[in-house]
């Protein structure tokens, strides 16, 4: 049996390489060793039972080490959801990243209040006014809050004003809760003193930087810990606080317009688009550039308005199922502004509706965009390999010496039927993964039912091409008077040493792949210049620097009046 030993050579020879090279020795760590002490966590792949284990661990891993540095105070703080060890990170002089994690903590518990123009109503609309004012009521807010309610947060919000003066959302914040103090014309002022600053940040990109070098300290895997700093972020509330003040802008706005105020109105406007325009320029994130693209498009709806087409009977609309018609003060911002202001305007809004677009496209094919993902996605591959080359050394032994040389006799399978069965089932642990390679499989892990039926949708295919392929062949390839079941073990006895050695092969090149396409990752990762919206940009290239704008994507008139139902 020359075959099965050079098949047991090449299983050796994969094994002391996997061993020998730290990536792929990194890589079987992540997916099959649970973190030291990490009790009850198993499963094929660790890493989400790691990063609960590190984020449990996190704040008395700070303690201990790291108890003066703010970089790890901030991590510590975001990973354990420990508010005092973000107030630590800026005490100890942590920049604006600690100061955004700081007041975003605060927000979660701070005190909330209530008032018509959070409701998204036109203040020309009694009725909708009227409703409004009753959601209010019901909404158990206070319609006013008071200095002293908000005094520390209105502290801590000032301080990450002087930590990073080029950032517009702690000065969003400060003019969300001057309205709530009943002080809008201050709010106003705040409003626009936003509008006029370049950045709009969560600095989300420095938050993640931490936590990933809190993890890698804990000992977790570069790429692992990049990963798992993701999930760790909270989503801003920051973030929200800032589409409530593009709909209060919008109320105010048109009830300025309404009082003879057309300056304030326009004021209200102006800082809208601005804002949302720099949220668009200066993202880091698409968490930014998404609602940077809602906010300019409320700040320019007195002007321009995009309706989408079942709102107006007009078929045909290119900007995401709409398009642009003429806002209820066009025609005074024109004169205020001119015509060249208003179509510049215009132009902006339909490059950001493109872009937009552009953007759920990238997420839509992200597999085939993202290196983390393409990473990923030879990562699973890998493990079908690897499974597959357990299961055919476990079937191997148990038909592997039960009887041996009556099975050998049995059949008569030559050496190229062997290789082309071997094949065959290397090929249909690979078909699972060609099926599924543009989707994103993650999202099922969250249902363990999912989670298992996803599961036995990799495994099963070259399991069962394992089993019934060599029986198949057994009925082609037996011998003179033996039995089929005895011709199918020997055909196993050929078969499954070579799979799994050609298993361990393709597992070898595809994990040196996929570690070769991490460590680009990372290294591409961690340069300061690297965020995730320049990556969109370079993946989509011209289509993103220089976007198709579509025929039709406005119309210079008001939208037509729908009938009364």
């Known amino acids: 049996m020359r075959m099965l030993r050079i098949s047991w050579i090449i299983l050796v020879a994969v094994g002391v390489i996997v061993s020998a090279v730290p990536a792929l020795r990194q890589q079987v760590r992540s997916r099959f060793v649970p973190p030291s002490g990490a009790a009850g966590s198993s499963g094929t792949t660790c890493a989400p039972a790691q990063a609960t284990f590190y984020a449990q661990r996190s704040r008395d891993f700070v303690e201990d080490n790291f108890p003066d540095d703010p970089d790890m ?20 002089g942590g920049g604006s990243a600690a100061h955004a994690a700081y007041v975003d903590a605060l927000l979660e518990d701070a005190p909330s209040y209530s008032r018509v123009a959070h409701f998204r109503v036109d203040p020309a609309d009694p009725e909708a006014v009227s409703d409004a004012r009753r959601k ?33 959302l702690p000065v969003a914040l400060e003019a969300d809760y001057l309205y709530g103090l009943h002080t809008d014309a201050e709010a106003l002022t705040r409003w ?7 950045t709009v940040s969560l600095r989300w990109e420095e938050k993640s930087r931490a936590v990933a070098g809190l993890l890698s300290e804990m000992g977790m895997s570069e790429a692992d810990a990049i990963e798992a700093s993701s999930a760790a972020i909270p989503i801003s509330v920051a973030l929200q606080r800032l589409r409530r003040c593009a709909l209060i802008a919008l109320y105010e706005g048109r009830l300025a317009l309404l009082q003879g105020r057309p300056n304030d109105a326009m004021r209200w406007c102006n800082a809208t688009v601005d804002v949302g325009t720099h949220m668009q320029e200066g993202a880091g994130t698409l968490i930014v550039f998404l609602p940077g693209v809602a906010i300019q498009y409320v700040g320019a709806s007195p002007v321009w308005h995009w309706l989408p087409d079942h709102a107006t009977s007009t078929p045909g609309g290119p900007l995401q199922g709409g398009r ?78 039960w009887r041996c040389r009556k099975a050998d006799e049995a059949t ?18 690979a078909l699972p993964h060609i099926a599924v390679r543009h989707i994103d499989l993650s999202r099922f892990g969250e249902s363990p039912a999912l989670g298992i039926a996803v599961n036995l949708f990799f495994i099963l295919p070259p399991a069962l091409a394992a089993v019934f392929l060599p029986l198949l062949a057994a009925a082609f390839s037996r011998s003179p008077g033996a039995r089929l079941r005895a011709a199918w073990r020997g055909n196993l006895r050929r078969v499954l040493p070579l799979a799994a050695a050609l298993s361990a092969v393709v597992y070898l090149c595809v994990s040196l792949g996929a570690a070769s396409i991490q460590e680009r990752w990372v290294r591409e990762w961690s340069s300061p210049e690297t965020t995730e919206m320049t990556m969109v940009i370079q993946a989509l290239g011209d289509a993103w620097t220089d976007p198709n704008i579509p025929a039709d994507a406005w119309r210079a008139q008001t939208p037509p009046e729908q009938p009364s139902a």
């Open 73 to 92: 105070l901030l991590a510590g703080g975001l990973l354990s959801k420990d508010i005092s060890l973000l107030r630590r990170a800026v005490e100890a």
């Open 136 to 168: 209010v009521a019901e909404s158990g807010q206070p319609q006013k809050l008071s200095p002293q309610q908000i005094a520390p947060l209105m502290e801590a919000i000032r301080a990450w004003e002087g930590a990073d003066p080029d950032n517009a």
């Open 192 to 198: 626009e003193d936003a509008g006029r600053l370049p």
């Open 324 to 401: 642009l018609w003429y806002g209820p003060q066009h025609a005074h911002y024109t004169g205020e502004f001119g015509e060249a202001a208003v179509n510049g305007l215009r132009d902006r809004l339909v490059r950001a509706k493109v872009r937009s677009q552009l953007t759920r496209e990238y997420v839509g094919n992200i597999i085939s965009y993202h290196p983390r993902y393409q990473a990923y996605t030879l990562l699973g591959l890998a493990g079908s390999f690897s499974a597959l080359l357990v299961f055919g050394l476990v079937l191997f032994g148990v038909v592997g010496t």
């Open 412 to 429: 008569g399978l030559r050496l190229v039927w062997q290789i082309i069965i071997a094949l065959l089932i290397l090929f249909s642990a």
